[in-house]
């Protein structure tokens, strides 16, 4: 079945570094893919997405492109702030394989440190 | 805008008792409705899924039921609580983009 593997944590960077979070995936098909983030105590909010191959998906200085030759969809941003201190969930969605419901890495807790 | 709710925000149980949780959705129709569990260190597990009213998927046998009574309402209920249960509940709905859900903040459901 479909599947989602993303590195595990935590992560621990200081203010203004550099952020990779990695993400593959196993799907048949064309999945859409996902990145979530999550607050400490909140719900999930939907961070960025790509539909197809070689789709740049991106919000708040955070960037993942669809990279279907490696099936990847890795999460970068350039400068990380304290408060994007979370856990972030990389995801896809695949109607021929799930009627179009989330499947779930099991997140990287983030820490940004001042 | 649509919003979505969820109650109560916390709840401590004990071991056997009932459980009942509601989450509601504003400014949308026949959404796609998902109650998720997120356990302490863990993922997201899907448990229930609905894609109209009284109409359930279950995604994870267990003791715990889901029912939407209404459009916009949708219920996890438990008749008898283990400690397993504990955990963060989520409820989240799903516009016309396969993929694109939207959460509520969350029940935290513990159980002595």
């Known amino acids: 079945g479909d599947s989602v593997t993303q590195m595990e944590g935590p992560v621990t960077l200081s203010e203004e570094a550099f952020l990779t979070i990695n993400c593959t995936y196993t799907a048949t098909g064309y999945p859409s893919l996902f990145w979530y983030v999550q607050y400490p105590g909140e719900g999930l909010q939907l961070l960025l997405k790509?539909?197809?191959?070689?789709d740049k998906g991106s919000n708040k200085g955070f960037e993942a492109t669809y990279r279907k030759e490696t099936t990847s969809f890795h999460l970068e941003k350039g400068s990380v702030q304290v408060s994007d201190s979370a856990v972030y969930f990389c995801a896809l969605a695949n109607y021929g394989g799930s009627q179009g419901n989330l499947i779930f890495g099991k997140g990287t807790k983030l820490s940004v440190k001042p | 805008s649509q919003t979505i709710h969820q109650w109560p925000a916390t709840l401590v149980q004990p071991v056997g008792s009932p459980l009942s949780l509601e989450c509601t959705v504003e400014g949308t129709s026949n959404p796609n409705l998902y109650w998720y569990r997120q356990a302490a260190g863990r993922g997201l597990q899907l448990l229930f899924y609905?894609?109209?009213?009284?109409?359930i998927s279950s995604e994870v046998p267990q003791n715990l039921s889901a029912s939407r009574p209404q459009d916009r309402q949708f219920i996890l209920s438990s008749k008898k609580l283990l400690l397993s249960d504990s955990g963060f509940y989520l409820c989240a709905w799903r516009g016309g983009v396969p993929g694109e859900q939207y959460f509520g903040p969350g029940t935290r459901l513990t159980v002595t």
């Open positions: 609905s894609v109209g009213i009284g109409q």
């Open positions: 790509a539909t197809k191959a070689d």
